[in-house]
């Protein structure tokens, strides 16, 4: 089982910047894709971004051109880099990472508001 632990959220005011982290541990793992997703209140959880251990990235449209993923192998973590933040970017961001074939362990979420 893989461990995830967050940090990086908070309050910001409508075009800061905020930069999440999320640092994976346990035993016998190799992790092949590292990511994040959010959730709104009342509303699904959606996926943000996504990076794979060969450093291939994928982004949801809502945060193109605005947030960077990017991730250190070395320390198994995974960094959110977000920029030009609206409020609609207010909600929980949880990290996953992703085992073979397709086994998903999950952080505990992080909060993030952004104040118009």
């Known amino acids: 089982q893989v461990q995830l632990v967050e940090s990086g959220g908070g309050l910001v005011q409508a075009g800061g910047s905020l930069r999440l982290s999320c640092t994976a541990s346990?035993?016998?793992?190799?992790?092949?894709?590292m990511g994040w997703y959010r959730q709104a209140p009342g509303k699904q959880r959606d996926l943000v971004a996504t990076i794979t251990n060969i450093g291939s990235t994928n982004y949801a449209d809502s945060v193109k051109g605005r947030v960077t993923i990017s991730r250190d192998g070395a320390r198994n973590t995974v960094y959110l880099q977000m920029n030009s933040l609206k409020p609609e970017d207010t909600a929980v961001y949880y990290c996953f990472a992703q085992r073979p074939p397709s086994m998903r362990s999950w952080g505990q979420g992080t909060q993030v508001t952004v104040a118009s």
């Open positions: 346990g035993s016998d793992f190799s992790i092949n894709v």
